[in-house]
């Protein structure tokens, strides 16, 4: 179902995991289609990606010695005797989770593009000042970071995305142009643990923090995963 897991340790109480589909022929019949077609799964695909999220959730579990049930009954998830709070993610043929003990965190992992178009139509002046400037390749892939960690902040706050993509997180844009740029940068990284651990699988966690629900949260990216997690 799932292969090449990879584990994320962000802090004493959270940890994060990323891993791979395994589909089988019949199952990968949908990398056939057109680019319009993949950008909308088909019931049997979806189907595989929630099973296969699940299935990562009971490794991350079993590499952290938990034994507990999944309480799918409201969001957020969480595990049924220990309360800790559980998020999923899945695109395409990737999936992500990330149990936090301690409040309801954020994941998204994203294998598709977002267009400027649509981040022209949805994204905060602010945020369209600054991107607008920036040379069309950087400006893709921040145009996705920014909808991923929007993503992130509606699986926290239990809002709509379409509220949620009108806020402004302008001021994260400069510190995500130079992870992205030379993958490296004053934060902290924490390395996967895994059995292929290299650097282009390092979590960097951003120094700029967001206020959420009157807390404030931490962002983490793996560019190579194109994977965000609020933390």
Request: aromatic share 6%; proline share 3%; glycine share 2%.
């Amino acid at each position: 179902m799932i292969h090449l897991p990879q584990f994320f340790k962000l802090d004493d109480g959270c940890w994060c995991a990323t891993a791979q589909i395994a589909f089988n022929t019949q199952q990968s019949a949908d990398s056939n289609l057109g680019d319009s077609q993949r950008h909308q799964p088909t019931n049997h695909t979806l189907n595989i990606q929630r099973l296969a999220v699940r299935a990562l959730c009971q490794a991350l579990m079993s590499h952290l010695n938990i034994t507990d049930d999944i309480d799918e009954r409201s969001f957020p998830y969480r595990l049924s005797q220990a309360g800790h709070y559980l998020c999923f993610s899945h695109s395409q043929s990737q999936v992500a989770v990330i149990l936090n003990t301690q409040r309801p965190s954020g994941v998204d992992i994203e294998a598709r593009e977002v267009s400027w178009r649509l981040a022209q139509r949805f994204y905060h002046d602010d945020e369209i000042t600054q991107l607008q400037n920036i040379e069309p390749p950087l400006c893709a892939q921040l145009c996705r970071h920014l909808w991923q960690i929007k993503e992130c902040l509606v699986k926290i706050e239990q809002t709509t995305l379409i509220a949620t993509l009108g806020q402004s997180c302008a001021q994260l844009i400069p510190e995500i142009i130079n992870a992205a740029r030379i993958n490296e940068l004053t934060s902290t990284h924490y390395p996967c643990q895994s059995a292929q651990q290299d650097n282009s699988q390092q979590l960097i966690v951003l120094s700029e923090t967001l206020l959420v629900n009157q807390d404030s949260y931490r962002i983490g990216l793996i560019l190579a995963e194109q994977l965000v997690v609020i933390f």
